[in-house]
């Protein structure tokens, strides 16, 4: 027999307990500028969901190789919803019920794939969903949704500088959307989208998500 796998697991913060990671889901364009940034419509094209493998999950404070494949790594600076229970078709009210916590994330992207796969309408797994490609920060308990700003600093330059209440889809309508495609389940994380600024990580740089009331997602690229 092979051993299962572990389960990734994700820090809570004033904690030693680990949450578990289930799945995790990641929002396209859910903020105007960023939209914009990348060549779209925000008025003409709803938000739409990518995912990442669960083992993709690195701690705040880490340092990862410089991934292999690309020579235009990015940073999206994000905030991250963990749900601790399930459910699908939700209306807006039911889906905020759903919440665990929330984290400050990174959605690390291969650009120069992504812009690839875009271009020979291919998938974009390898330009999301690799290794080390989701940077999360302590979860931090409860269900209220963070209100503030999200930065973004590479080497304590900001790049990234937005309001969350600049997001297109909040958070309540982003899970009740996403529970029309699939049935949520408790251990889920979803990447709810970067605002405008995205921009590249070098090899040996420090890059830092800030989200107001949250533990920040700090990750150096080796
Ligand atoms: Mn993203």
Redesign the pocket.
Known sequence: MIAAPACPTVAVAGSSDRFPVRRIF???RNYAEHTREMGGDPNAEPPFFFTKPADAVVDSGAAIPYPAATEDLHH?A?LVVALGAGGAFLSQDAALALVWGYAAGN?L?RRDLQAAAKAARRPWDMS?GFDHSAVLGALRQGSAVPQGRIRCLVDGVVTQDADLAEMIWPVAGIIAHLSQFVELKAGDLI?T??PAGVGPIGRGQLCEVQIDGLAPATVRVG
């Open positions: 990641c929002v396209g999206e994000e959605d992207t999301k990447f989208g970067t």
